[in-house]
């Protein structure tokens, strides 16, 4: 069977085992469709607060919306009592089957607040937290971590979760304290894969087709992440799909990325009915990051907070 293949898990099919991951300020709704319009076999939200979800937010809320029965919403927090009220929520408000829990966010916000990779310290709590969410409701608990926070620990980490019930490991291929910095380190990955026989998705550093082949051929894991290299070509996961059917792929030229930004711009605008985009300027900044006069265009769109806006530095750039 080749390495690039369909994913089951229980009662889950996935097309294939090339996945966007789940990034804070990014995969939007709008952005995880796209991306799996391209052939990502599965998308992932931001992560969202258990805590935020148990007041009822209104903001938290609006993340809780899956655009295809292969997007997975990512819940973070440090209190299992707190995962065990949200995962009620949604299993009984929302109906939600699958949930990824955040054992890995570096961002010192979220581990100040005790959760996402200050997590990875306490495996027994990892555990708790796991166990709280399938008993919430929850049928399948997905996990997302890293190989430590500073130092490497996954002899503790995975065993425990793994005991717990989880259902499919995420690793990124760092510490914690490296945030993205350095090179991602695949042994993390062969060492993870020698203690579990869970579905195990490997993260980190994967910029090619070609390196997706030499993650999954090195490491054994079932599957990949995508996570940065999807924000500046989010038609990665089609290049990787006719990598595999025909040995070869060809990047977008730029004729067609511009459509493909003005597609994305008002997809989100007519997902979210305003035409304020300062919250995909992130996301724009990656995707314009080749085209001519790359530059200048990437100077003026960092300062548009409308589509409006937008269109006439593209003319302005790209057009005229």
């Known amino acids: 069977m080749s390495i690039f293949h369909p994913l089951y898990i ?13 990034m804070a300020g990014f995969t939007n709704p709008p952005f995880r469709r796209m991306c799996l319009d391209f052939g990502a076999g599965a998308s992932f939200s931001e992560m969202v607060s258990v805590e935020g979800i148990i007041r009822n937010n209104k903001r938290t ?7 295809s029965d292969n997007d997975i919403i990512q819940i973070f927090g440090g209190d299992y009592n707190s995962f065990y009220k949200a995962s009620k929520i949604l299993s009984e408000r929302f109906n939600i089957k699958v949930i990824d829990i955040n054992f890995g966010c570096p961002v010192r916000k979220v581990v100040r607040g005790g959760a996402g990779s200050f997590l990875l310290k306490y495996p027994d709590r990892m555990a708790d937290i796991v166990k709280a969410v399938k008993d919430g ?16 620990e ?37 060492k993870a894969r020698s203690l579990t026989d869970k579905i195990l998705i490997a993260n980190g550093d994967i910029k090619t087709p070609e390196d997706v082949e ?64 300062v919250g995909i300027r992130g ?38």
Not at 61 to 67: G, N, Q
Not at 138 to 146: A, L, S
Not at 176 to 188: K, L
Not at 297 to 307: C, E, G, P, Y
């Open 214 to 277: 030499n993650m999954l051929t090195e490491t054994k894991a079932d599957g990949v992440m995508i996570g940065r290299m999807a924000i500046e070509k989010p038609f990665i996961f089609k290049m990787v799909k006719d990598y595999f059917a025909l040995g070869s792929y060809e990047n977008i030229e730029n004729i067609d990325l511009r459509d493909l930004v003005v597609n994305f711009v008002n997809s989100y605008c007519s997902y979210y009915k305003n035409d304020n985009i």
């Open 283 to 320: 996301i724009l900044l990656g995707m314009i990051k080749r085209f001519p006069f790359a530059r200048e265009l990437r100077d003026k769109v960092a300062k548009v907070k409308t589509s409006k806006e937008f269109f006439t530095v593209m003319r302005e750039v790209c057009y005229d």
């Open 61 to 67: 809320l609006t993340y809780i919306e899956c655009v």
């Open 10 to 22: 229980s009662s889950l099919s996935f097309n294939n085992n090339v996945w966007l991951a789940p």
């Open 137 to 152: 409701g929850i049928e399948m608990v997905f996990g997302k971590i890293r190989a430590g926070f500073d130092s490497e």
């Open 154 to 190: 996954l002899e503790k980490i995975i065993p425990s979760i793994d005991k717990a019930g989880i259902d499919l490991i995420t690793l990124h291929a760092r510490l914690a304290i490296q945030f993205y910095s350095g090179v991602a380190n695949r042994n993390y990955i062969i």
